[in-house]
């Protein structure tokens, strides 16, 4: 059989989109891709929230082939995530790196002024879910709700030991509004990470946290751990027995968002690339389970313009929430 060269040329290019087709349209039709392993920075320690999501998320995107090349979780924890913040500013322009953030977003550059690191700057990618607060005690603890937890602590005074994930992160802002709606004082004592504190719970080395779910899940289903009261505006379907503070007549509701941001000057067809990746996470049957068997509240996607509103209403709202906590907030006392 022979060819003209127009016939060649039909049958290169029928073959080339039969190629394409095979590779799925998202990435066929993609302007742009990673040309390398993607840098998946976790700006808190392993084990936490943070690193859990990451880890998953990272495995989802293996499973479903949805990059042509790796993410590689890389955690990077220190200075309550300062560290990571310099890291992704010093990566302005590269495709190649994204953030998973949680409220030290805010807080950190808030509270150290001289980091010299502007978050509006980075590039949003996508809100993936708001992550959640419970109060935590050892489930050997006589404690058994609100109320006895508050008698306890209130008679225990300075040496009532609160396990939290760094000065002036959440935890310690959440436990500064506790102390202020209570009229109490702790000790508040930080760690790198959220599976660090869940872990000294068990082991009695403090008396309570304030655990995202997702931190105390395995020691909850245990047996080992006991939550008290919810800091969210309904009861979540992953605790149903467990009150709202708000239930118990107490204004404190705090959440954490869980967010993919890419750092300053990144390409907008990189930006539009991740967004549809998290944004196909996001509306997976895997990631949605996740959130509903594991306490957080994925009602809403939020990316790209919209995240970076929603970046700017909570800077604000986190430098209230500082300046109205005062020390407390930011170091624990």
């Not at 590689?72 to 560290?83: T, V």
């Not at 708000?246 to 930006?271: C, F, T, V, W």
Request: overall charge negative; hydrophobic content about 40%; aromatic content about 10%.
């Amino acid at each position: 059989m022979t060819f003209t060269r127009l016939g060649l040329l039909a049958l290169v290019g029928a073959l080339s989109i039969g190629a394409a087709a095979a590779v799925g349209p998202s990435t066929a039709q993609a302007a742009w891709q990673p040309k390398k392993p993607v840098e998946f920075i976790i700006m808190a320690g392993t084990g936490g929230g943070a690193d859990q999501i990451a880890r998953l998320l990272q495995g989802l995107i293996e499973k479903k082939e949805l990059s042509p090349r790796p993410f590689i979780p890389i955690n990077n924890p220190g200075g309550s995530g300062a560290e990571a913040l310099r890291y992704l500013e010093s990566k302005a322009g590269d495709d190649h790196v994204v953030l998973v953030t949680l409220n030290s977003f805010y807080t950190t550059p808030i509270i150290q002024s001289d980091l010299g690191v502007d978050v509006s700057k980075f590039t949003p990618i996508g809100r993936m879910a708001l992550d959640t607060f419970l109060l935590w005690v050892n489930s050997e603890s006589d404690i058994m709700d609100l109320d006895s937890y508050v008698k306890a602590v209130s008679a225990a005074g300075k040496n009532w030991k609160v396990g939290g994930t760094g000065s002036g992160q959440e935890d310690s802002i959440l436990t500064a509004m506790m102390e202020a709606n209570w009229d109490y004082k702790v000790t508040y004592i930080p760690f790198p990470g959220g599976g660090t504190v869940a872990k000294n719970l068990i082991g009695k080395h403090i008396d309570s946290t304030v655990n995202n779910p997702s931190e105390q899940m395995a020691f909850f289903k245990a047996g080992q751990s006991r939550p008290l009261v919810q800091f969210t505006s309904t009861r979540m379907a992953a605790f149903p027995d467990v009150p709202t503070a708000k239930e118990l007549g107490h204004d404190i509701e705090y959440y954490m968002q869980r967010s993919i941001n890419g750092p300053p000057g990144m390409s907008k067809e990189a930006q539009d690339w991740y967004i549809n990746l998290f944004k196909t996470l996001y509306e997976s049957e895997e990631w949605q389970t996740f959130c509903t068997d594991d306490g957080l509240d994925c009602s809403e996607w939020m990316g790209g313009a919209d995240l970076a509103a929603f970046h700017t209403e909570q800077l604000k709202r986190h430098k209230d929430l500082i300046e109205k906590m005062g020390a407390a907030a930011t170091t624990g006392e």
